[in-house]
């Protein structure tokens, strides 16, 4: 009889695991794997209905300002690609400018297994959106999340001002000159 509780009890432990989660990178996830795995929990507001991509959705015709993808650690770590529109992409590689309105950055990312990861938008708005947060929209688009994130929230993302799930965005954003972010020196297009 002994025998056969061991027998049933170590597999059952073996069922549990005592690894963190893991981020796109395999290791402990980011902030940003946080914070998109808490919204995927929240209750839905208008601004995260699933829908096409509306802003930055011809993100291709846009000038890509990376010479290759770099990874990202405030994007989860992920593969990323820089593309900014024409209205934009002059002041984005000046140190000093200002960014004008009707800028689109878009950031497209990679997971690990070479998926395709979210679309990270950001638009510079007329003065007086949102004077708090420097008159930036952001979003955060993932048409076909990759098979973790897939299995925790449900299906397809996306997440834009106003709403709540995309926070994260403008509480990093406002650490960085412009709200930028940026390219890192060596991986410059320009």
Same mark, same amino acid.
């Given at each position: 009889?002994?025998?056969?509780?061991?027998?049933?009890?170590?597999?059952?432990?073996?069922?549990?695991?005592?690894?963190?989660?893991?981020?796109?990178?395999?290791?402990? #996830?980011? /902030?940003?794997?946080?914070?998109?795995?808490?919204?995927?929990?929240? +209750? +839905?507001?208008?601004?995260?209905?699933?829908?096409?991509?509306?802003?930055?959705?011809? =993100?291709?015709?846009?000038?890509?300002?990376?010479?290759?993808?770099?990874?990202? #650690?405030?994007?989860?770590?992920?593969?990323?690609?820089?593309?900014?529109?024409?209205?934009?992409?002059?002041?984005?590689?000046?140190?000093?400018?200002?960014?004008?309105?009707?800028?689109?950055?878009? /950031?497209?990312?990679?997971? /690990?297994?070479?998926?395709?990861?979210?679309?990270?938008?950001?638009?510079?708005?007329?003065?007086?959106?949102?004077?708090?947060?420097?008159?930036?929209?952001?979003?955060?688009? =993932?048409?076909?999340?990759?098979?973790? =994130?897939?299995?925790?929230?449900?299906?397809?993302?996306?997440?834009?001002?106003?709403?709540?799930?995309?926070?994260?965005?403008?509480?990093?954003?406002?650490?960085?000159?412009?709200?930028?972010?940026?390219?890192?020196?060596?991986?410059?297009?320009?």
């Amino acid at each position: 009889m002994k025998a056969l509780a061991i027998a049933v009890v170590v597999p059952l432990a073996a069922c549990g695991s005592s690894k963190p989660p893991t981020g796109a990178t395999g290791a402990p #996830p980011s /902030k940003m794997d946080q914070m998109m795995d808490e919204g995927m929990h929240e +209750s +839905s507001d208008a601004s995260s209905t699933f829908g096409p991509l509306e802003v930055g959705a011809d =993100w291709q015709t846009y000038t890509r300002v990376d010479d290759q993808p770099f990874p990202s #650690p405030t994007h989860g770590g992920r593969m990323v690609e820089v593309w900014v529109n024409d209205v934009g992409v002059a002041a984005y590689e000046s140190e000093d400018a200002e960014i004008p309105v009707g800028t689109i950055v878009v /950031k497209t990312s990679h997971e /690990k297994d070479g998926s395709m990861g979210p679309i990270f938008v950001m638009e510079k708005k007329a003065k007086g959106f949102d004077a708090e947060h420097d008159d930036w929209w952001y979003a955060i688009h =993932w048409a076909e999340p990759s098979g973790a =994130w897939t299995a925790k929230g449900g299906g397809p993302i996306y997440w834009r001002t106003p709403s709540h799930k995309v926070d994260y965005c403008w509480d990093c954003h406002e650490s960085f000159d412009r709200e930028l972010g940026g390219v890192p020196v060596e991986r410059r297009a320009w």
